[in-house]
Each structure stands twice: as C-alpha cells, then as structure tokens.
C-alpha cells in the first residue's frame, strides 16, 4: 500500500535535512489539517523537515481507507506510520 506523506521543507529544493518531525494520526476518519501551524516556524528556521504521514483511519482518502485502518484493522494505521522509518 503506498501511503500519501506531505513533506514541508525550509527550501524549496528537495528535502535535504537530516532532523526531520514525522507527524501522523489515522483515526476517526479524520485529515490532518493542512494548515499554517505557527509553532513549526522556530523548526523550519533551524532547518528542520516536518513530515505528515496519513495513514490508514484518517479520512484523506475516502470511507474505504477510513476503514482499512479501523477497529480489527487498526494495526495497518500503526505500520503505515512506521513503515516511515
């Protein structure tokens, strides 16, 4: 399964950084929100890269991968993430 990730790096070039935040939730059938987050800016400044995994449970892609992450399935929102790693 190929899990979308949204990466938001301190240059427009590629990612290049070596310290990286990897944030994720996959439950409730509810996104992230993609949104300015203010308290990541003193991150970005020191070059950090933050990372959204969204895996399986949220609601990013539809009822079907809301599903594929719920109750007995939970576990797949659980390796999504540390599949990252």
Not at 1 to 8: F, S
Not at 27 to 48: A, C, H, V, W
Not at 61 to 82: C, H, M, P, T
């Amino acid at each position: 399964v190929m899990v979308p990730m949204t990466i938001l790096s301190p240059s427009p070039s590629s990612p290049k950084s070596e310290s990286c935040i990897l944030i994720g939730y996959g439950s409730y059938g509810e996104n992230i929100p993609m949104q300015y987050d203010p308290t990541l800016y003193p991150l970005l400044k020191r070059g950090f890269t933050v990372a959204y995994a969204h895996t399986r449970g949220g609601g990013e892609l539809g009822r079907s991968w809301y599903q594929a992450g719920r109750l007995y399935n939970k576990i797949n929102a659980v390796e999504d993430f540390v599949a990252f790693f």
